[in-house]
């Protein structure tokens, strides 16, 4: 069912997934209106969306998403909201209390909010990373919503998201203002990839400096399935489709999905090279240490780390639980999300990847200039 006349509601709306989707609502339905809520939003955000807005309001809520008040006009009178945003951190470079403040109690308040503003959806985007892969580097290949797996998860970020993700689905049922029923449903994305990606322009500029050599920190056997910016922003969009027919919405209600397309399963250090390998850039046969010996290196980053915290800001550039979904395989298919909401990718692999090269070309020179000044 489409949204048409509906309010929406997009945090994170500035994000590298919030922004598409943002553009996918746009150009797809005809919205009463759709608000933007993050931390900052770009003003050239606002006026690149005047092409595709229609007759659809576009409204800007700009301010800290822990703000109750800022919550509260965000909500009131809307019927969806896609909850985008978080802190993402996966070397230890952010406190565990601000995790916690923007993952956790953010997600807690704002399901608060919905509940006394009586929003009846709620879609909430978690992560891979909260189902792992656990210390022990155990794989699943294509696994499912009903794989048994034990994640036993330590990085403060994937505690966060699963611990949001949990208070999501927990709320499931929870009685509106109104009388009525909250329906929540969480998306767990796999590592998503496209134009504008942060990490893929972070290996990119180690590639640079590292002569136009890509550095391999995953083995070759250590395959996973990333997910395409579009693939993952149009699962939302039918997720919230999903949540207005009355037998989806009872049958998603509570539960969480994987979301991955069709992208061929590769390691991670493989996909940076399937991307940016025509752009000039080699890579390395093999990564600089046997795994053993980074697991080490990585433990001994991670007690320096501990020593000088309270002396000096180190922040490991490896640790032992990133170097383990380096190299797991952790692979999930998105067939329960098509069974119960109609998710089907939209964009194929050779379309995505040329997209994501495209834009990575045309920013490449500058990412040349800057480091060659430095």
Same mark, same amino acid.
């Given at each position: $069912?489409a949204l048409?006349?509906?309010?929406c509601?997009?945090?994170?709306?500035?994000? /590298?997934l919030g922004e598409?989707l943002?553009r996918?609502?746009?150009?797809?339905?005809k919205?009463?209106?759709?608000r933007?809520?993050?931390r900052?939003?770009?003003?050239?955000?606002?006026?690149?969306?005047d092409?595709c807005?229609?007759?659809?309001?576009?409204?800007?809520?700009?301010?800290d998403?822990?703000?109750?008040e800022?919550?509260r006009?965000?909500c009131?009178?809307a019927a969806?909201?896609?909850?985008t945003?978080s802190l993402?951190? +996966?070397?230890g470079a952010v406190?565990?209390?601000?995790l916690?403040g923007?993952n +956790?109690?953010a997600t807690k308040?704002?399901?608060?909010?919905?509940i006394?503003?009586? +929003? =009846?959806?709620?879609i909430?985007t978690?992560?891979?990373?909260?189902?792992? #892969?656990n210390?022990?580097g155990?794989p699943?290949?294509n696994g499912?919503e009903?794989?048994?797996?034990?994640?036993?998860?330590k990085?403060?970020y994937?505690?966060?998201k699963?611990?949001?993700?949990e208070?999501?689905?927990?709320?499931n049922?929870d009685?509106?203002?109104n009388g009525?029923?909250?329906?929540t449903?969480a998306?767990?994305?796999m590592y998503i990839?496209?134009?504008?990606?942060?990490?893929?322009?972070g290996?990119m500029?180690?590639?640079?400096r590292n002569?136009n050599?890509l550095?391999?920190?995953s083995r070759?056997?250590?395959?996973v399935?990333? +997910?395409?910016v579009?693939n993952?922003?149009?699962?939302?969009l039918?997720?919230g489709?999903?949540?207005?027919?009355?037998q989806?919405?009872?049958m $998603?209600?509570?539960?969480f999905?994987?979301i991955?397309?069709n992208t061929p399963?590769?390691s991670y250090s493989?996909?940076n090279?399937a991307?940016?390998?025509?752009?000039?850039f080699g890579i390395q046969?093999? #990564?600089?240490? =046997?795994? #053993?010996?980074?697991?080490?290196?990585s433990f001994? $980053?991670e007690?320096?780390h501990?020593?000088?915290? #309270? /002396?000096?800001? /180190?922040t490991p =550039?490896?640790?032992?639980q990133l170097?383990? $979904?380096?190299?797991t395989?952790f692979?999930?298919?998105?067939?329960?999300?098509?069974?119960?909401?109609?998710?089907?990718?939209?964009?194929?692999?050779e379309?995505?990847?040329k997209?994501?090269?495209?834009?990575?070309?045309?920013?490449?020179?500058?990412?040349i200039?800057?480091?060659n000044?430095?």
């Amino acid at each position: $069912m489409a949204l048409s006349g509906e309010v929406c509601v997009v945090t994170g709306a500035c994000g /590298f997934l919030g922004e598409r989707l943002v553009r996918l609502l746009l150009k797809e339905e005809k919205l009463a209106e759709i608000r933007l809520l993050d931390r900052n939003i770009r003003s050239e955000l606002i006026q690149s969306l005047d092409d595709c807005r229609g007759e659809t309001k576009v409204s800007v809520f700009e301010g800290d998403i822990r703000n109750p008040e800022l919550l509260r006009r965000a909500c009131k009178g809307a019927a969806l909201v896609f909850h985008t945003a978080s802190l993402i951190d +996966v070397i230890g470079a952010v406190e565990y209390s601000e995790l916690y403040g923007v993952n +956790v109690k953010a997600t807690k308040l704002l399901l608060e909010t919905c509940i006394q503003e009586n +929003v =009846p959806s709620f879609i909430y985007t978690s992560s891979i990373e909260v189902a792992g #892969p656990n210390p022990s580097g155990e794989p699943i290949i294509n696994g499912n919503e009903d794989t048994p797996y034990s994640s036993r998860l330590k990085f403060s970020y994937s505690k966060t998201k699963k611990e949001a993700e949990e208070i999501c689905l927990q709320a499931n049922g929870d009685l509106l203002c109104n009388g009525g029923q909250l329906a929540t449903c969480a998306l767990r994305p796999m590592y998503i990839f496209g134009p504008g990606c942060r990490f893929t322009l972070g290996h990119m500029r180690d590639g640079i400096r590292n002569g136009n050599v890509l550095l391999r920190t995953s083995r070759r056997e250590a395959k996973v399935n990333p +997910v395409y910016v579009g693939n993952a922003a149009l699962a939302h969009l039918q997720a919230g489709r999903g949540l207005r027919d009355p037998q989806k919405r009872a049958m $998603m209600g509570g539960n969480f999905y994987y979301i991955s397309d069709n992208t061929p399963h590769v390691s991670y250090s493989d996909f940076n090279y399937a991307v940016l390998s025509s752009l000039g850039f080699g890579i390395q046969e093999r #990564p600089i240490l =046997p795994f #053993p010996l980074l697991y080490i290196l990585s433990f001994f $980053m991670e007690l320096l780390h501990v020593v000088l915290r #309270p /002396f000096l800001t /180190f922040t490991p =550039p490896l640790n032992r639980q990133l170097l383990t $979904m380096l190299n797991t395989p952790f692979s999930f298919s998105y067939q329960k999300a098509h069974r119960d909401f109609g998710y089907t990718p939209r964009y194929e692999w050779e379309e995505a990847r040329k997209c994501t090269t495209d834009w990575f070309a045309s920013v490449l020179p500058a990412e040349i200039r800057s480091i060659n000044l430095k």
